[in-house]
Antibody, heavy 123, light 107 residues
Framework: QVQFVQSGAEVKKPGASVKVACQAS????????IHWLRQAPGQGFEWVGG????????RYSQKLQGRLTITTDTVARTAYMELRSLRSEDTAVYYC????????????????WGQGTTVTVSS | ETTLTQSPAFMSATPGDTVTISCKAS??????LNWYHQKPGGAPVLLVQ???TLVPGLPPRFSASGYGTDFSLTINNIESEDAAYYFC?????????FGLGTNVEIK
């Protein structure tokens, strides 16, 4: 079955960078876009960005553009989210999730999500 | 950016009750709305896609409706296992946006 395994929790100081990994299994990795979402403590979900592993096309949240890079390694079937110049407000659980649609022209929303990676930004 | 206003934020129900969660979009999003739930410590789980299509295996006590700007998720004869955080997602426009969620407690 479709499954994502994310890398472990991270604690970073303000100004540092973090790179979270998401390894996929159970489907053709290059056929579906992968999104990154986050949920800050006590808050709702926020879309961070996404990537089409088939062609490398990315879409980023305007709020995070400039600090965010999403990439994939198709051989390793792994997506990565790197966030730089971390601030306390970046403290959140970060999730990867697969789109229901095979194209990144638009989205059908996400079906399967990873287990989440807690990123804590604190001095 | 499309804002989703979800209500109520919290709901306490007794087994057997019928509960309805609302999600209102700030602009027309056709039927491009999904519903999810998340149990403590777990990953979100897709319940409904495209406003009304229940995922295979979802109990028939769940139903969903809506189009355009007004959407709802209804749970009939709610059971203790339905206790969770429920939220809506619109996928009509990028950026994808979410409702703030509803915590459903079962007494």
């Amino acid at each position: 079955q479709v499954q994502f395994v994310q890398s472990g929790a991270e604690v970073k100081k303000p100004g540092a960078s973090v790179k979270v990994a998401c390894q996929a299994s159970g489907y053709t990795f290059t056929s579906y876009p992968i999104h990154w979402l986050r949920q800050a403590p006590g808050q709702g979900f926020e879309w961070v960005g996404g990537i089409d592993p088939g062609n490398g096309k990315t879409r980023y949240s305007q709020k995070l553009q400039g600090r965010l890079t999403i990439t994939t390694d198709t051989v390793a079937r792994t997506a990565y989210m790197e966030l730089r110049s971390l601030r306390s407000e970046d403290t959140a659980v970060y999730y990867c999730a697969k789109d229901l649609r095979t194209s990144f022209v638009s989205s059908f929303g996400m079906d399967v999500w990873g287990q989440g990676t807690t990123v804590t930004v604190s001095s | 950016e499309t804002t989703l206003t979800q209500s109520p934020a919290f709901m306490s129900a007794t087994p057997g009750d019928t509960v309805t969660i609302s999600c209102k979009a700030s602009q027309d999003i056709d039927d491009d709305l999904n519903w999810y739930h998340q149990k403590p410590g777990g990953a979100p789980v897709l319940l409904v896609q495209d406003a009304t299509t229940l995922v295979p295996g979802l109990p028939p006590r769940f139903s969903a409706s809506g189009y355009g700007t007004d959407f709802s998720l209804t749970i009939n004869n709610i059971e203790s296992e339905d206790a969770a955080y429920y939220f809506c997602l619109q996928h009509d426009y990028f950026p994808l946006t979410f409702g703030l969620g509803t915590n459903v407690e079962i007494k």
